[in-house]
């Protein structure tokens, strides 16, 4: 059985810094492309950072220099480092998992990925 669960997450305020973290299936590691998504309330959910199956490793602009992700395939976890956190960084935060190629892990929405954790709520004030 696949799971993704999500902690890590809280309120900050602007400037401070957040770890979440994803427990995961082990064997997603290997064979999936990873991703950490965001949702804010009346947006689409988009995806913030993703870590392929050759550890090649995608952000979008607007978190680029600030958030790092990483796995450690020997705890089965993936990690979203958040650094100069701001207000606009408020949302529900997930992980996902979804097989599939190098340049589809770069440039896929959230359709392409198949598994998803329950979300943790990163809330940032000004």
């Known amino acids: 059985q696949v799971q993704l669960v999500e902690s890590g997450g809280g309120s900050v305020q602007a400037g401070g810094s957040l770890t979440l973290s994803c427990q995961v299936t082990?064997?997603?590691?290997?064979?999936?492309?990873m991703g950490w998504f965001r949702q804010a309330p009346g947006k689409d959910r988009e995806g913030v950072a993703r870590?392929?199956?050759?550890?090649?490793?995608f952000y979008i602009d607007s978190v680029k220099g600030r958030f790092t992700i990483s796995k450690d395939p020997a705890k089965n976890r993936l990690y979203l480092q958040m650094n100069s956190l701001k207000p606009e960084d408020t949302a529900m935060y997930y992980c996902a998992a979804g097989e599939m190629s190098h340049d589809s892990c770069a440039r896929m929405g959230a359709s392409a990925f198949r598994f998803w954790g329950q979300g943790t709520q990163v809330t940032v004030s000004s």
């Open positions: 082990a064997y997603l590691f290997s064979a999936y492309c």
């Open positions: 870590i392929g199956r050759d550890d090649d490793i």
